[in-house]
């Protein structure tokens, strides 16, 4: 059992390029989260996803595109990245019997 | 729109102390509030989790109180021990899609 398992760890985009981040819960679990956390700004939800087909948007989803392909995995893709989207991506599930939400180690993105 | 707040930013105490970290938060109207605890370089892990219908929840060392109608939540820490260093998070759920919104956080260095 592998929890909330996110690729890559680490990633270095120019500005302007594309990417996808890709979360992947091995749990059964039917809501998935995208956060990104900024010094001095905390952890923020970019987007929200209730089921398999459905996402719903966060405080902060501009310039992000979000993809629920089945219950396993919720991908965040960057169409065209931006230095202000350097940050730390966090993806997260939600228990649904106990409401503890569980995250994933964590991408540290920086864009040049 | 929720705001939380977490007071102190950082504490630095002697081992064997007992103390409390402070969470506020600005809106009543919580699903939730959940501890998290964030190591350097790492992804999130669960401590505890209130529900808005809870007074406190207990984990080994650990004890949450929430009092909604002030809008705050206490985590204590009993006996604190070197391990325990880390950055605490408070978060607070809202609505049935449990999306959470993050304190700053408090970084305690407990020193041996």
């Known amino acids: 059992n592998a929890g909330v398992t996110q690729t890559p760890k680490f990633q270095v985009l120019k500005t302007g390029q594309s990417m996808t981040l890709q979360c992947a819960q091995d749990?059964?679990?039917?809501?998935m989260y995208w956060y990104r956390q900024d010094p001095g700004m905390g952890l923020r939800l970019i987007y929200y996803?209730?089921?398999?087909?459905?996402?719903d948007k966060g405080e902060v989803p501009n310039g992000y595109n979000v993809s629920r392909l089945n219950k396993r995995e919720f991908s965040l893709r960057l169409e065209s990245a931006a230095p202000s989207q350097t940050s730390v991506y966090f993806c997260?599930?939600?228990?649904?019997?106990?409401?503890?939400?569980?995250f994933g180690p964590g991408t540290r993105l920086t864009v040049l | 729109k929720q705001e939380v707040t977490q007071i102190p930013a950082a504490l630095s105490v002697p081992e064997g102390e007992n103390l409390v970290l402070n969470c506020s938060f600005t809106?009543?109207?919580?699903?939730?509030l959940q501890w998290f605890r964030q190591d350097p370089g790492k992804g999130l892990t669960s401590l505890l989790l209130?529900?808005?219908?809870?007074r406190e929840q207990t984990s080994g060392r650990l004890n949450a109180s929430l009092d909604k109608s002030s809008g705050r939540s206490t985590l204590y820490i009993a006996a604190s021990q070197p391990g325990d260093s880390a950055t605490y998070l408070c978060?607070?759920?809202?609505?049935?899609?449990?999306?959470?919104?993050f304190g700053g956080g408090t970084r305690l260095m407990v020193k041996p």
């Open positions: 996803s209730a089921s398999e087909g459905t996402t």
């Open positions: 749990m059964n679990h039917n809501s």
């Open positions: 997260a599930s939600t228990d649904p019997r106990s409401d503890t939400q569980y």
């Open positions: 209130i529900q808005s219908s809870q």
């Open positions: 978060a607070v759920g809202r609505g049935a899609g449990n999306m959470l919104t």
């Open positions: 809106d009543s109207a919580i699903y939730n």
